[in-house]
């Protein structure tokens, strides 16, 4: 159990997947670039790639914990982490019902 003060220090935004490829000598991971309603994209990796193909990611909203600390994997570093559920041992990505702001927090 965590205490509500805990799960308040997640920042949970939903970012627009604007690319998505395939990480070279990584079966699992796609480097997915987000955009978040700022000025640049952000880079996340994520451990997809077997169940995802990247061209069907782009235009996606998905929330995103994007207050984690930076991880390097494969030399590329993520700076976030999107929130899926496993299905039968597969992910299956959150999107909202309908298309919202760019960067719009989870409260």
Do not use: C, W
Not at 25 to 34: E, N, Q, T, Y
Not at 68 to 88: C, F, H, I, Q
């Amino acid at each position: 159990m965590i205490s509500i003060d805990d799960f308040k220090k997640l920042e949970i935004k939903i970012g627009t997947i604007i690319s998505a490829e395939k990480v070279e000598r990584a079966d699992k991971l796609l480097k997915i670039m987000f955009d978040f309603g700022g000025t640049e994209a952000t880079q996340i990796l994520s451990g997809i790639a077997e169940f995802y193909d990247p061209a069907v990611l782009v235009g996606k909203q998905v929330p995103v914990i994007v207050n984690l600390e930076p991880r390097t994997l494969k030399g590329l570093v993520s700076n976030g982490m999107m929130l899926a559920v496993m299905v039968d041992d597969k992910p299956v990505l959150l999107h909202p019902d309908k298309e919202v702001p760019q960067g719009s927090m989870l409260r």
